[in-house]
């Protein structure tokens, strides 16, 4: 079993929906969350970053921890076409070397 | 500011061939790592350098050795190429440490196609 596990998708969705990206984690020791986009042929760029339980928002992005369930969210509300992306959540813990899921696949069609 | 660059984009090379892909950041991180993609896999850690002067393997190192050469620059090689080596290549670059602002920025990728 990987440690972090991330649905690959595609996730098709209307143009203004609310999308719901999540991974789940194996070790209970990691501590910083976080969610990078990647556009086709681009790198990842850095989204979001979290080090705690609960809620941080950023615009239309929300990234939800729920670390007593090792279970993380990203939500985008009023999606766009330019949101059609792959999405990977990263995880790290006492290291400083992030372990990555393998990318959720995101279209948002008009 | 130009982030993290990758050299060349795109690469192909015959089996048996050797590289090398070059990675530069201007951020004035100290660790810097290289990563594969492919399909399906996500991203795994070929080698990383925490910081100037060492290096140490990651989750796929065989077939491939790093330099890195001074605190801006850290290199990957394929010394022999083989067509499993066919993939996108992403050097990435953090600041030292465990806390916040550590996180990991990219640069734009390298893909190489072994025939």
């Known amino acids: 079993q990987k440690e972090v596990e991330q649905d690959p998708g595609p996730l098709s969705v209307p143009e203004g929906a609310i999308v719901s990206l999540n991974c789940t984690y194996s070790?209970?020791?990691?501590?910083?969350f976080m969610w990078y986009r990647q556009y086709s042929r681009k790198g990842p760029e850095l989204l979001m970053y979290?080090?705690?339980?609960g809620n941080k928002e950023d615009g239309r992005f929300t990234a939800q921890v729920d670390k007593s369930s090792k279970y993380i969210s990203l939500f985008i509300r009023d999606s766009q076409p330019s949101d059609s992306a792959t999405y990977l959540c990263?995880?790290?813990?006492?290291?400083?070397?992030?372990?990555f899921g393998r990318g959720t696949s995101l279209i948002v069609h008009p | 500011n130009a982030g993290v660059t990758q050299t060349p984009k795109f690469q192909v090379l015959k089996t048996g061939q050797s590289m090398t892909l070059q990675c530069a950041q201007d951020m004035n991180h100290n660790s810097m790592y290289w990563y594969r993609q492919d399909p399906g896999m996500g991203l795994r850690l070929i080698y990383y350098?925490?910081?100037?002067?060492?290096?140490d393997k990651g989750e796929v190192p065989n077939g491939y050795n790093v330099s890195r050469l001074n605190k801006r620059e850290f290199s990957l090689r394929l010394e022999s190429a083989a067509p499993s080596q066919t993939s996108v290549y992403f050097c990435a670059s953090s600041k030292m440490g465990t806390g916040g602002n550590t996180e990991a920025f990219f640069g734009q990728g390298t893909r190489l196609t072994v025939v």
């Open positions: 070790n209970s020791a990691f501590q910083y």
């Open positions: 350098s925490a910081s100037e002067g060492t290096t």
């Open positions: 979290t080090y705690s339980s």
């Open positions: 990263a995880i790290r813990g006492g290291s400083y070397i992030p372990t």
